[in-house]
Structure formats: C-alpha cells, structure tokens
C-alpha cells in the first residue's frame, strides 16, 4: 500500500497567509461543541435507499494514507489569531486545506507528550462551502494495553473521523499554553473503490484462519451451517474481505487472550452513512488504525453499523478471543464491538440494538458468560456487558447507546441458551446416572460398567409388634411357598416360629413354633447348606459350646441337629455368608470374641471345614450379616454396625477373599439386624430388624455400589489402547463412545443406540497416535459440539473441536504446557460458569483446577486437592454421587477402583474440592483407565 511522502513545510509568512485565508472561509466562527437538540432516546431513520442490499467487493481494496505535517503557529500568526481563540485557549496548530478523495477518513497524530488542554477540531470543504468545525475525539484509553508489544508501538493520537466525500480538510489545534504537540500530523485516508459483485448469502458464516499444520488430525469439512439446539446462534457476522480488507496492511501476528466480558464501543462518525458505504468506513479507519496509529490491526473485534449488520474486527477468527485496541488494559480478558456513528448525537437504531444482543448473547456464551452476571476482568469487577465508560474517563460510547445498555443486557440474555448442553454426558441409556467405559489391557476387549447411583437405605418401614422376641432372622422361603419369610425365638420361653411372608413387606402369624433350639444361644438360618435346595438352621449348643447343623424339609420342619464344628465357643455371634467364595456351597459368618471376623467356607454337606480372617478387629460391632448381594457384582457382601456411632455399613466382597472399605451408611438404633433376601417384593436385598421397644423394622437395601460389576463386551474394538465416553458426538441425542487404536493411530467413533449399545465404527480419523492426554472435554467451545483436548507432540495443550461424524475442525491452542509427568481429567462446569472445566493432576498429588474460558483456553490453576500419588490413574466420571457435583474415579496401583466425589463450593472450600473416597471395586486390573 503506498504511504505517500510527507509534504515539506511552505514558509512562515505564506502559513500566516493560509490561516487568515482559513478564519475568513464561510462557516470558520462555528466552534464544535457540546451536543444540543439530541432527543433522548432518538433513533437513527432508516430510508428505503438505505434498506437497498449493498454490493460487496470482489477482492481487497487497497487504501491510500497521506499524511501531512501540521505546524505550529508563531506568536506573529497567533496574534493575527486571536480572535479566534476559544474559551481562552491560544491555537496551537493550523493545516492549510488539503485534499481528500474517496470516502474519506481523517485523524491527527503526534509524538512524545500530550500538551495540557489540548483540543483539535477538523472541517471540510465541499464545492467551495465549508463545514463547521467538528471536534475530533481524543482518547488515551482507547487502544492497546500499556504493557502489550502493540502498546510499544502505539502513536498518540485521536480516533479516526469519517468526513465521507468531500475535497478538502483542515485541521486546528489548541492547547493551554499554545504549544502543538510534537510531530503533530493529519492523516487523510482514501479507502479506495472497486468493482463489485453480489451481496454473499446471509447464511453464510466466516472467519479468519491458519492452515493446520502437518501431521495434525484432519479438520473436517465444514458443517451445514446449522447450529445445534443446545448451543446459542451465532449471527450473521460480515467477513473482512465482504468489506475489502487488505490483509497486507496488518501485522502478521496474531495474538489470543481470555474474554470475560464484553465492551460497547462507538466510532464518533456522522450517522447519515449509507449502507454501500459502511464498507469504505471499515477500510478507513482499518488504514488510520494500521497506517497512522501503529497498531497491528483494526481495533475494534467487531463493528456494527445503523441497519444491524455485524461487521468483522480485528483479524484471528470471529469465534476466538483475538485480543483486540480498544479499551486500554482489558484488551486481553475482553472483546468489544463498535457502533458506527456518534451516539452522543443520536440514539442507536433497533436494528443495531437487536444486532449487539444477538452478537454479544453468542459470543459471551462460547466462554461461558452469562449476559446478566458480573465477572472480573483483569481484577476489575465488571457486568458482563459494559460500556466503554465504564471502564476509563471517557464519554465512549455516547450518552444514547451507553443509555441503552441494559437493553443490549437483557436482550443478550433472552437469546442466549442455557448451558446445560456443555457438560459431559455419560449415561448409555439416557438416566442420569453416569456409565463408565474402560478398555482391557489385553485383547482388544471393552468393558461397561453402569452407574447405579447412590448405594444406601430407603426409608424405613415399621411393621408388627414383636416384643420379647429375640434371634429375629431373614429366613429365606422355609415354608415352601416360594416367599421369604421370617423365623424369631421367644426369649422367656425358648419357643422359635416361623413367620411367614407376604411378599410386601408383611408377615403372617406364628407357625410351626418349636423348642428345638431352646438351648442354643446362637442362631441362624444362612440357606441351603447340604445341597439339597432347602433352606438349613444352624445354631450352637449352650452346653457343649459345638456348633450344630439342622437339615430343613421345606415344609417349615427342621431334623436333628448334628455337628458341624465341635468347638465354637469363641465366637459371640453367627449369620449368613451366603456363598462367600463362589464355590457353589453356603458359608456362614462368625464374629470372634476377641473382635475377629471370620467367614467359615461350607462344604455342601452341612460342615465347615476351612475358615479365613476377614477382619483382624471389628470389637466395635455389634450387629453382623451377610449373605445377599448388596453392590450388585454377583457376590454376597456384609453389613455391621457399630456400637458406638448405630451406624450401618456395607462392606464389599472382594473376589471372595477380602472386605472392602465400608460403602454406604445408615443410622439406626436396632435392638437386632439381618440382611435378608427380599421380603418387600422389590427383588432387591431388605435389612430386617427389631427396635428397642420390640417392633419389626424393615429397610428396604438399594442393591448397588455406585457402579455396577464390570461387564465384557462379547464383540471387541480391535487394537484398542483407550477408550472414552465423548458425550453426544453425533448430535442424534445419545451418548457414544471414541477408541484409538494402538498400532495406526486412528481414532473411531462408536455411536450409542440408547439402550447400553454401540454401533459399528465410524471416522478413522487420523495422526492420534503422537497425543498424548487425550480427555474428551465436552462442548468446551460452545459450539454445539462435544470436543476433544489432547497434548500435542509440542507439549501444548490443544482444544480438537468435535464436528460431529465429520470428525475434528482446527485445532486450538489451550494451553502452552503443563507440570511435567500430569495427567488431564474432565471435570464439567466445576466452577458453575458456562464453560467446562479440567483438573489436572501432578506427580506430587496435587490436584490443579484449570477453569475453562471456552475458546479463551484455561484459566491460571488453583489447588483443590492433595493426596492424589495414591492413585495410577485418574479419570472423570460425571456426577455419580447425585449431589449437583463432577465425581472422579482412581485406580490404585493393586487395581481397586475407588469413587472420588466432588464436593460443593462453600466458605470453607470456595473452589470445592473432594470428599473421602469411597470403594467401588477391587476387580478391575485387567482395565485402562483414561
């Protein structure tokens, strides 16, 4: 583009002779001013010529900047002038007229200080008349940030004036002290003119962008333009070259921030633009800017004319946080979209409001701002939508449009959608509660497991009386009717009955009453421990201490006793194992008399041979069963109480060999419990009891553990080294799953049918193999779209934004690195913004809350957890617990799977944090996480 050489400077006394030429031109004795006779509210009239489609280039137009010295005025010509002073202020500066062409753009710039009280005004001539002076706007806090590499190269200066089509313009200066600023210069800007073609399509939507570099993922092909339901619109937004940038005049360098909040601007222009000349004004004062200011591009991010058309800024993609010139020192946490027109003279039209609350609605939301809250922008409190005044002394954007802000707000709010579509769905079948997904070490094969929700107890439910009872069981169907049923001994005379189930919960009177066991003082009834499909009794002898087998008939009879261990008596207590070790046979439970915990194995033929150590000290309980299968892996567990607290606890069977941590808890101040099989005809466990007072308490048992058992696919994802559940991908509503394979790199996509399935592959995307971290993210960009973030062979953090079944667009720059040796989990909205979130774990434990900015990337780090070396492996998992809060779940190195539960903000914990952990399973070794 050519700069054309500044002019010489004529002598003083033909300067002095321009002057005096100057003050006696028609209209020299209007001053520009305060604005009077503006309406309140007024609205800038729409004509039919103005509602005409403009035509739009066909290519960069390239503008032309001359730029002219402006001298100092003598004390000779000063005197000559003074007269003409205003409000005392001796002129500093006087232009000759001088030649405008084109649409033309104008602004004054100068070097080093600014002289107190400076002012400078601009007229034009026009066949010979003259305008009256118009003030042109100064303002510091315009422009780059002090400390940015733009803000070096900033040239003090005033905003660009659009004087349009005229032949000539003058500018004058004054100051306090009469002295014009050093180097002072007018810039006048021909934008230029070109053929022209037809208008683009309003559907279409661009932006600037960079090629992806090789060996990246491909990016896919363009969507249809359609954005999701779940995503805020974007607008129709104009791209540079529909207005004829020149992409030579700007730096080359593009440089990315945060954006917070968003910042309402106005250009200070006359209002009576048309709208074939909107693209002239954007070519100018991206030239002024460039050319004359020094800085790298336009300032503005976008630019929004009187018919409500948005106009693409500042270069770097109309969806990214391009950190832009224009309000000084929030550049880089901020965007801003400039009016075009002075609206301290006229208020904005409706087209032009509607047009800021849908831009500012979509654009807020890709980073997860709400139009309504406040935010913090470079440690300054801002609403999310503010004015330029709000942030400096300035009258920017006008007394009418900052006016009208609030309605920008509450616009901006309407159209913006709710961001429940951001987070990361993990559910296969559509409830809400999460699913996992992990990949085998070995063979290729894919495990499920599927989230159960919170492990416990229902509400309790008070039945008959049952005072005076004692060794109240959970017999199983020992009346043959196919009902689990109920036997208890009568402690004053030793009689024990059957108690037959109705199956809801109820229970018939006393049968079959005996006094069999009326000199036993243990007693249970574990099941079928002979192999014969009848329910057994068991019960130790109170003289001599032997422990004694008692064959049922299945018709509520019992035979004779006969021995089944000939010495027990240092066990306090006995109850069912069911079949503890899986072995086919029925195991009981024995609770020593030194605290111990024993499960004595059944040898199918009414004896117990072999025996293991469950717990070395359990002397703070007192109530003990088992045999039913509370956490849902096909295995009997055990529930105790402790003396102490009356709290309940699940403990997991562990392949048969072991406990595990207590699971889930209920407080209950039973006299007597036992574990029973279902006797409230929900098919699930119950918890059978007595209070204290002798009434029959039934607990119906939720038969989970958080997760379900982990269960194989019969059909494998051949070479699989990772697996993850990605959200809806696809866009069709249900979640789906990703795996890459080992040897080639490719990345699949397995859509979910809804109902715990996947069908067959697609994609087979590329160059996966070389990254590293790979977390799906969900719809970290706002987009619509479940996306991907990934560490780059670079070591950069990237977001892979998800394009449905056409794979990955370009990728985007997250983060420039991370603590050596950590690893990435996805944590959803942690921080209850729009956008999700990561935590990242280091090699010392600590766990890192990255808070996501949308496309702004993450946000500085915050410590919320320690402790987290224990684990191999961290993965995110989604609400699991139910409490409104993202869960984790680690795996230790022996291969156990705990729960790790997120925990609300609060004063104690204001960027929350995480509970105890809490077992899940001990049998998942075989399985990758993350």
Not at 178 to 193: C, E, F, K, Q
Not at 891 to 898: D, K, L, R, V, Y
Request: aromatic share 8%; glycine share 14%; hydrophobic share 35%.
């Amino acid at each position: 583009m050519p700069i054309v050489s500044p002019h010489s400077r004529p002598p003083t006394a033909l300067w002095v002779g321009l002057l005096l030429a100057a003050l006696i031109a028609p209209g020299s004795a209007t001053q520009a001013g305060a604005v009077t006779g503006a309406p309140a509210l007024a609205t800038a009239s729409l004509t039919d010529a103005d509602r005409t489609v403009s035509p739009e280039p066909t290519g960069p137009i390239e503008p032309t900047v001359t730029s002219y010295p402006v001298p100092g005025v003598s004390q000779i010509g000063r005197a000559a002038l003074a007269l003409s002073a205003s409000a005392g202020q001796p002129y500093a500066a006087l232009s000759a007229p001088l030649p405008a062409s084109g649409f033309a753009v104008t602004g004054a710039t100068w070097t080093g200080r600014t002289p107190a009280g400076l002012r400078l005004a601009v007229r034009t001539r026009t066949d010979g008349s003259w305008s009256g002076w118009t003030r042109m706007v100064y303002d510091k806090e315009h422009g780059p940030s002090s400390t940015s590499d733009e803000g070096d190269d900033d040239t003090p200066g005033t905003d660009p004036f659009v004087v349009g089509d005229v032949d000539d313009v003058q500018l004058r200066a004054f100051s306090d002290t009469g002295v014009a600023p050093n180097g002072l210069r007018i810039s006048i800007v021909d934008p230029g003119t070109e053929a022209t073609a037809t208008p683009a399509s309003s559907t279409e939507l661009s932006a600037s962008a960079t090629e992806a570099p090789a060996a990246e993922p491909k990016a896919a092909a363009s969507l249809s333009g359609e954005t999701p339901t779940t995503a805020t619109p974007q607008p129709r937004i104009r791209s540079r070259a529909e207005w004829g940038a020149d992409e030579g005049l700007r730096d080359c360098c593009i440089e990315y921030g945060e954006v917070h909040a968003g910042f309402v601007h106005h250009t200070v222009n006359s209002n009576g633009y048309s709208r074939a000349e909107v693209p002239a004004i954007l070519r100018g004062i991206y030239a002024y800017h460039t050319q004359s200011r020094g800085w790298r591009d336009v300032g503005y991010n976008y630019l929004i004319d009187r018919f409500g058309r948005i106009w693409e800024g500042r270069a770097g993609g109309i969806d990214r946080p391009v950190v832009g010139a224009h309000t000084l020192d929030y550049n880089e946490n901020s965007f801003a979209a400039s009016a075009i027109g002075n609206f301290d003279e006229v208020g904005p039209s409706a087209a032009m409001l509607d047009a800021y609350a849908r831009l500012y609605a979509w654009k807020l939301s890709l980073h997860g701002v709400r139009p309504r809250g406040t935010q913090s922008v470079a440690g300054t409190m801002f609403d999310a939508i503010s004015g330029h005044r709000d942030a400096a002394q300035t009258a920017c954007p006008g007394q009418y449009l900052y006016a009208q802000v609030p309605a920008i707000i509450d616009g901006a709010a309407g159209y913006q959608r709710p961001f429940t579509g951001r987070g990361l769905y993990h559910s296969f079948v559509g409830d809400d509660r999460p699913d996992v997904l992990f990949a085998a070490r070995r063979g290729g094969q894919v495990a499920a497991a599927r989230g159960t929700g919170r492990p416990g107890f229902e509400r309790r439910i008070i039945g008959r009386e049952f005072s005076g009872r004692q060794h109240l069981v959970g017999a199983r169907d020992v009346t043959g009717d196919g009902i689990n049923d109920l036997m208890a001994r009568t402690a004053s005379t030793g009689s024990t009955a059957i108690y037959p189930g109705a199956g809801d919960g109820t229970f018939g009177g006393a049968v079959r009453p005996t006094l069999r066991w009326a000199d036993t003082n243990l007693f249970s009834a574990p099941g079928d421990l002979d192999g014969d499909g009848l329910v057994d009794v068991v019960a130790r002898d109170s003289a001599t201490g032997s422990l004694l087998f008692y064959p049922g008939n299945g018709a509520g009879a019992f035979g004779r006793g006969r021995v089944a261990i000939e010495a027990f008596r240092g066990f306090r207590s006995l109850a069912p194992a069911g079949d503890f070790d899986a072995d086919g046979h029925e195991d009981v439970l024995g609770h020593g008399r030194n605290g111990s915990l024993w499960v004595l194995f059944g040898d199918g033929a009414g004896r117990f041979p072999t025996k293991l150590r469950l717990a070395d000290d359990w002397s703070d309980k007192d109530l003990i069963s088992g045999g039913s299968d509370l956490t849902g892996d096909a295995r009997p567990d055990v529930v105790a109480r402790n003396a102490n607290t009356l709290a309940v606890r699940i403990f997991a069977n562990v392949e048969g060999s072991a406990l595990s941590a207590p699971i889930a808890r209920l407080r209950t101040p039973l006299a007597s419990l036992d574990l029973s099989r279902d006797v409230s005809g929900d098919r699930r466990p119950d918890l059978v009891g007595m209070t204290p007072g002798g009434r029959l308490v039934l607990v119906p048992a939720r038969r989970q553990n958080w997760l379900s058992s982990m269960r194989q696919r019969t059909t494998s994802w051949p070479g699989t080294n990772k697996v993850m559940v990605v959200g809806d991908w696809d866009g069709d509503g249900e979640v789906d799953a990703m795996s890459r394979q080992q040897s080639t790199g490719l990345m699949w996509l397995y859509p979910g049918n809804g109902r715990g399935g996947f069908g067959a592959r697609v994609g087979g995307w590329e160059n996966w193999g070389g990254r590293s971290l790979v977390t799906p993210v969900g719809d970290f960009d706002g987009d619509g779209y479940a996306d991907l973030m990934a560490r780059a062979p670079d070591g950069h953090i990237y977001l892979y934004p998800g394009r449905a079944r056409n794979g990955f667009g370009r990728r985007v720059i997250m983060r420039s690195d991370l603590p050596d040796g950590a690893t990435i989990s996805s944590v959803g909205r942690w921080d209850g913004d729009g956008a999700p979130d990561v935590v990242v774990r280091t090699v010392e434990g600590t766990m890192l809350l990255y808070p996501g900015n949308g496309p702004g990337g993450l946000d500085e780090p915050k410590v919320i957890g320690l402790g987290f070396d224990r684990y191999t492996a961290v993965i995110g998992i989604g609400d699991l617990t139910g409490n409104g809060r993202p869960d984790l779940m680690g795996q230790t190195p022996n291969g156990q799977a705990w729960l790790i539960p997120g925990l609300s903000a609060g004063q104690r914990r204001p960027d929350g944090g995480f509970g105890k952990q809490r077992y899940v399973a001990a049998d998942w070794p075989g399985y990758l996480f993350g």
